[in-house]
Structures are given as C-alpha cells and as structure tokens.
C-alpha cells in the first residue's frame, strides 16, 4: 500500500494508459479522481474501483483543452480531498497525416491537449501542492518525443515538449518539496493503437523493433507511475523514464 490515502488525479484515465495507472493506483490504496470526456463513462471507472479497492474516488468531466474545465476539476477535488498529493498528466491525442496534408487546426488541437493541457493541469495543481510543500507530478510523453515517427508530426512535438517541460518545472517546483517526472511509453496496447497493430505488416514491424518482441500493457505504465508517486522516488526528479521493451537500446 505504497499510496496509502494519497489523492491522485489522473486525466484521461477512462481507458487506456490513463486506467491502467488508476488501477494500479487504486491497488496501493490511493484514493483516485478519474477525469475524462464523457461523465457517465467516469462514473463506471469510479464504481469498478471503489467496489475492488475498497478506495474513495471522484468522476469529474473534464476536456483539457479548456482551462475553465481544468481549474473545475482541481476545485472539485480540493472540495472532496482537500488536498492534491499526486496529478498525472495522460490525457493525449494522436491523428495521421502527412507534413503536407496537416492542417493548423490539427496541429493547434493535438499541441492544446497533449501539451498545453500539462502546463495548465500541473500549474492548477501546484498552486496546492507549494502550499502543502509536497506533491508528485508525473506526465506522459512518449518515445516519439526522443525519436522521429512518420506522419505524426505535431504528436511528436508535443510529446517532446514535455520532455523539456518536465525538466523545467522540476528546477522549478524542487524548492517546494514537488517532483516532477515524465513516463516516455513504446507501443503500448490501447485503442489509441489498435488501427496499427490491427495491420499485420504495421505490426510485425513495430515488433521487430521491439527487442523484447511484446508489446507494452497499461499496467506497465500503471507500475512504473506508482514508483514516481510513491516514496521510493523522493530523489528522483527532472527525470524521463522510458519504457519501451528496448526500442531505443537499438
């Protein structure tokens, strides 16, 4: 119970990635605020976790994009917990398409939900942790950000904003106690993948590239946020940690 009665947001954490560090959270005995677009979808998480973990949770809408939707979930969750011991920054987007074919549009929304949402969220939610003289942030970037992948070029400049991101507030929020660290996944199986594994010769290839020749799990993910959030990693901040089966050991 590494997390024992810690209060910990998660954005984007109906499906995918996001749940499987709320699962993982949950098992440690934190007490968990799923935030997604669709409420009632939140609600269900929430039911399934306090009903295996015997934890306290809190459903709260929220589109990252909108400032006004971040500051509403960190109010609701002061309001609830009264405090913000962990926040995970997961929720992102990825679309397709060529350099020539990309719109500014596309680009303007991936880099609001991936990146801005990161300043936005840990900015909301430092303003109680410098208060406390304690927090853990943890935000997910991705291997893309550290090296190129076709067609997702807005992705990957999101993903390796964060990078620099992380390390930024991590100088600057270390005064106050706050460590701030990011998660750069490989391939992980969600339904954020699913159209490329779903292609037999896309798939095969990412697998070759993947020394260990599997594919990564939400709860790899889920594991490896728990260590940063928990006091096994109070020495560790600034950091990126990369869990990818070896992609980038080639």
Same mark, same amino acid.
């Given at each position: 119970?590494?997390?024992?009665?810690?209060?910990?947001?998660?954005?984007?954490?109906?499906?995918?990635?996001?749940?499987?560090?709320?699962?993982?959270? #949950?098992?440690?005995?934190?007490?968990?605020?799923?935030?997604?677009?669709?409420?009632? /979808?939140?609600?269900?998480?929430?039911?399934?976790?306090?009903?295996?973990?015997?934890?306290?949770?809190?459903?709260?809408?929220?589109? *990252?994009?909108?400032?006004?939707?971040?500051?509403?979930?960190?109010?609701?969750?002061?309001?609830?917990?009264?405090?913000?011991?962990?926040?995970?920054?997961?929720?992102?987007?990825?679309?397709? =398409?060529?350099?020539?074919?990309?719109?500014?549009?596309?680009?303007?929304?991936?880099?609001?939900?991936?990146?801005?949402?990161?300043?936005?969220?840990?900015?909301?939610?430092?303003?109680?942790?410098?208060?406390?003289?304690?927090?853990?942030?943890?935000?997910?970037?991705?291997?893309?950000?550290? *090296?190129?992948?076709?067609?997702?070029? /807005?992705?990957?400049?999101?993903?390796?904003?964060?990078?620099?991101?992380?390390?930024?507030?991590?100088?600057?929020?270390?005064?106050?106690?706050?460590?701030?660290?990011?998660?750069? &996944?490989?391939?992980?199986?969600?339904?954020?993948?699913?159209?490329?594994?779903?292609?037999?010769?896309?798939?095969?290839?990412?697998?070759?590239?993947? &020394?260990?020749?599997?594919? =990564?799990? &939400?709860?790899?993910?889920?594991? #490896? #946020?728990?260590?940063?959030?928990?006091?096994?990693?109070?020495?560790?901040?600034?950091?990126?940690?990369?869990?990818?089966?070896?992609?980038?050991?080639?």
């Amino acid at each position: 119970m590494r997390l024992k009665n810690k209060i910990a947001i998660i954005t984007g954490s109906q499906r995918g990635i996001g749940l499987g560090i709320a699962e993982e959270m #949950a098992k440690e005995g934190a007490n968990v605020v799923i935030s997604d677009l669709d409420q009632k /979808d939140c609600e269900k998480v929430c039911q399934s976790l306090e009903k295996k973990y015997k934890i306290k949770t809190l459903a709260v809408k929220c589109d *990252v994009s909108k400032k006004s939707e971040i500051d509403d979930l960190i109010e609701q969750t002061i309001t609830k917990f009264k405090r913000i011991d962990i926040l995970v920054n997961n929720a992102g987007i990825v679309r397709f =398409g060529s350099l020539l074919q990309k719109t500014e549009k596309e680009w303007d929304a991936t880099l609001d939900i991936n990146l801005k949402s990161v300043f936005l969220c840990t900015q909301a939610a430092a303003k109680y942790m410098v208060k406390q003289k304690s927090g853990k942030i943890i935000s997910l970037a991705s291997i893309a950000g550290m *090296v190129g992948f076709e067609n997702v070029a /807005d992705y990957c400049a999101s993903k390796g904003g964060i990078i620099n991101l992380t390390k930024e507030l991590a100088l600057e929020l270390a005064k106050y106690n706050i460590n701030v660290n990011a998660i750069a &996944p490989g391939i992980i199986e969600t339904k954020m993948t699913e159209g490329m594994l779903k292609d037999a010769k896309s798939r095969e290839n990412l697998l070759a590239q993947t &020394p260990l020749r599997r594919f =990564g799990q &939400p709860q790899d993910i889920g594991k #490896a #946020a728990v260590f940063l959030a928990s006091e096994e990693a109070n020495f560790i901040t600034g950091h990126t940690l990369v869990i990818d089966g070896g992609w980038l050991a080639r």
